[in-house]
Structures are given as structure tokens and as C-alpha cells.
């Protein structure tokens, strides 16, 4: 097999959710196929997708069949077991490549992978138990975090210490999982970078966005983002310094604390992420699409920016709000077909652009 795939040829992505869905979008339109592979029924992609397994990561089989139909495998989310990777592997190209999955499933080696690289991040020490914590908040003080190393999203695994008392009911939080105590970040503003890095090592990072979280979910990114030219350019450096060091192969999403004493990184996703949703209509080129041309061994598209974008999650109840928000001008709607509007749950999102 080639590197470059040819239109007609098909992509396996793992998940089903709608990262999965607009990737699927995004393939169809560069007039490949995609073939999901979810243990869920019914997800969000299915909709968009010309094949999907419905299958755990447990299925040997259905891991197989799944591969044998496919030209390269790509995936939506991190948390895949190792296992199912193995088998995958064996069979077809995997990209992102797993040293990405490996370094960004946990924290632990994840932070180390960073400062390895000389990059800025939260002071940090593993916990396992209670002598370790107390250990670490010695090292690191109060206020921190902490939070489990593996499985943790949109702010979930996650316990704030105000004090070293807060130690006992943290530490229960974690319910015996591997942690890290993280030190409190001081930022101003959260920002992030969406980059990509073709097979041929191209890089191109779209505009950093400043995002703002509600009860621990994404709600708003706005580009531009407040930042001095020399924090933008910061941004996007250390963000071509990450995908290089990794030989990524693929889109990635890097978050970034923006402080007086310069670009902390939280943490890096290896995959589309939903701070680069605003591409969408913000760019001729966007996340996904430049995704699908690295992962197809395709050139990078030119991913520059033509419009300012307000890009805001629909979660939960926000869908009532959706007849309103399609009689705006210039507001682009991405909806996920969900069945079930549930609290919390990611069931769309808006682009509200100014050309
Ligand atoms: P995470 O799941 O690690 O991205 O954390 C979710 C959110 O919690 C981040 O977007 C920050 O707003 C906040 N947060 C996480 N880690 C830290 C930290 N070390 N210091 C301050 N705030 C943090």
C-alpha cells in the first residue's frame, strides 16, 4: 500500500461520537468512505458513515473484519484499550501513530513527554496513595489539583485541594485510581492550538482560540484570542515542536494556560478536538478536513483564518434554543442528531461568524 490514499478508498474510525460524525463528513467530501467502529448503537456518525461495526474492544473479530475493510485507521477519541490497538496494528496503518495515544492517555507521561521537550507545565508528582499525596503537596503546596492519570474528560477525575486538609476527601475522590497532584495554574485566559502535521512532517496550525468552560465543559472558543503576537507565535511553535517530536501524523488539539510568566500546557489531545470546531466556518480548510488529508497521506490544506468566529457548545437544554438560533444571520449550526437531549450532554454547537 501507498502512503496517498486514492478517493474511493476508506477510512476506519474508532468512535462513533460526533467528532467521528464530522470526520466522516469531512472524508466524504474528499470522496473517500468511512467505516465506524463503535460499541455503542446507534451513535451520532452512524448517520454520515457508509459502514459501521457495532462491536466492543473486546471483539477479536470484529476488530479484524473491522481492519480487513478498511485502507487506514484513524480514531476520535484516546482512551482506546491497547489491546484492541494491537490487533488493529497488525493489520493496517494506525494514525495518529501510538506513541500519541500512549503519551496523551496519561497524565504522568504525558507532563514528562512535555518538560522533556522543555515545555512549561503545572508543577506535578504522581500519587498512588496517602503518603505519596502528602508527600506531593508538601513538594507542590496548596491550592492543586488532583486527578486521576487515565480516563479523565471535560473536568470529570478531577478533585480541588484548597488546603492540605482537603488531602483525605481528594484522595476518596480518586477512588484508588493512579493519580497526579497537579499545582493551581494562576492563568488569565485558557487558549488552544489546533495543529496539524501531514506524513511528509508539513506542519500548519490554525489560529489559537481562547476558550471558557462552564462547570467544567467547553462552552465558547473565540478567535482571535487575546494574545500578543509573540504569545501567538509562542502557541504555535510549541505546538509544531509537539507534533514533530511525536512524528504525529494527524490533527491535535493542545490547550494552553496563558499566564505573566508565559504558555503553561494543560494538556494535548490526539485527535479533533472541540476548541477547533470554529474552523468550521472560520477557514476554507478546517480540522477535520485537514485530518482526513494527513491521515490520507494527502498535502495539508492552507488553514487560514477569513473570519472572526464565536463558536458555542449546545449542551443539554441549549437545543431549546435552537429555532431561535437558526433565524440568526451568519450562524452557522452543526448539529449531531442525538436522540436524547440529556444534562450536560454535547448535542451541537454554532459558529457565529463576523466575515
Ligand atoms: P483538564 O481536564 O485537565 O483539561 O481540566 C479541566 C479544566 O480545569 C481546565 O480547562 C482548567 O480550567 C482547570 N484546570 C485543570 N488543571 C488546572 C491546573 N493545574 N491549574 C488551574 N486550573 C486547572
Redesign the pocket.
Known amino acids: 500500500m501507498t502512503d496517498t490514499l486514492p478517493t474511493g478508498a476508506t477510512i476506519g474510525i474508532l468512535g462513533g461520537g460526533q467528532l467521528g460524525r464530522m470526520l466522516s463528513v469531512a472524508a466524504s467530501r474528499l470522496g473517500f468512505k468511512t467505516h465506524i467502529y463503535e460499541p455503542g448503537a446507534n451513535p451520532p456518525a452512524a448517520d454520515v458513515a457508509h459502514a459501521v461495526t457495532t462491536a466492543p474492544y473486546e471483539d477479536e473479530a470484529a476488530l479484524r473484519a473491522f481492519a480487513e475493510t478498511v485502507d487506514v485507521i484513524t480514531y476520535e477519541f484516546e482512551n482506546i484499550p491497547t489491546s484492541a490497538l494491537d490487533i488493529l496494528e497488525s493489520l493496517r496503518p494506525i494514525r495518529p501513530n501510538r506513541r500519541a495515544l500512549a503519551v496523551s492517555q496519561d497524565?504522568l507521561t504525558e507532563k514528562a513527554f512535555l518538560t522533556d521537550l522543555g515545555l512549561k507545565t503545572?508543577a506535578f508528582a504522581a500519587v498512588d496513595d496517602a503518603v505519596d499525596l502528602a508527600e506531593a503537596i508538601a513538594e507542590i503546596g496548596t491550592p492543586?489539583?488532583l486527578?486521576t492519570r487515565r480516563f479523565?474528560?471535560?473536568?470529570?477525575?478531577?478533585s480541588r485541594l484548597k488546603s492540605p486538609e482537603d488531602a483525605g476527601k481528594a484522595l476518596a475522590d480518586m477512588a484508588g485510581a493512579p493519580s497526579i497532584l497537579?499545582?493551581?495554574?494562576?492563568?488569565t485566559h485558557?487558549v488552544s492550538v489546533i495543529g496539524t502535521r501531514s506524513i511528509d512532517g508539513q506542519v500548519a496550525c490554525f489560529d489559537p482560540g481562547e476558550?471558557v468552560?462552564r462547570d467544567?465543559i467547553l462552552h465558547t472558543t473565540t478567535v482571535p484570542a487575546n494574545l500578543t503576537a509573540s504569545q501567538k507565535m509562542d502557541a504555535v511553535l510549541l505546538t509544531a515542536k509537539i507534533l514533530n517530536a511525536l512524528k504525529y501524523v494527524g490533527t491535535m488539539g493542545v490547550?494552553l494556560?496563558v499566564t505573566p510568566q508565559g504558555l503553561i500546557v494543560?494538556?494535548i489531545a490526539p485527535r479533533v478536538h472541540n476548541s477547533g470546531h470554529w474552523t468550521q466556518n472560520g477557514c476554507a480548510i478546517d480540522q477535520f478536513e485537514q485530518h482526513i488529508r494527513a491521515v490520507a497521506g494527502w498535502p495539508l490544506g492552507d488553514g487560514k483564518r477569513h473570519s472572526d468566529v464565536v463558536m458555542e457548545n449546545l449542551i443539554g437544554a441549549d437545543m431549546d434554543r435552537v429555532p431561535d438560533i437558526a433565524k440568526e444571520p451568519n450562524a452557522a449550526l452543526h448539529l449531531y442528531g442525538k436522540a436524547e437531549t440529556k444534562p450536560g450532554r454535547k448535542m451541537g454547537h454554532v459558529n457565529r461568524i463576523t466575515p
Open positions: 497524565r503545572a492543586a489539583i486527578k479523565g474528560y471535560d473536568g470529570k477525575g478531577q497537579e499545582g493551581f495554574v494562576n492563568f485558557e476558550n468552560h467544567g490547550e494556560f494543560n494538556e
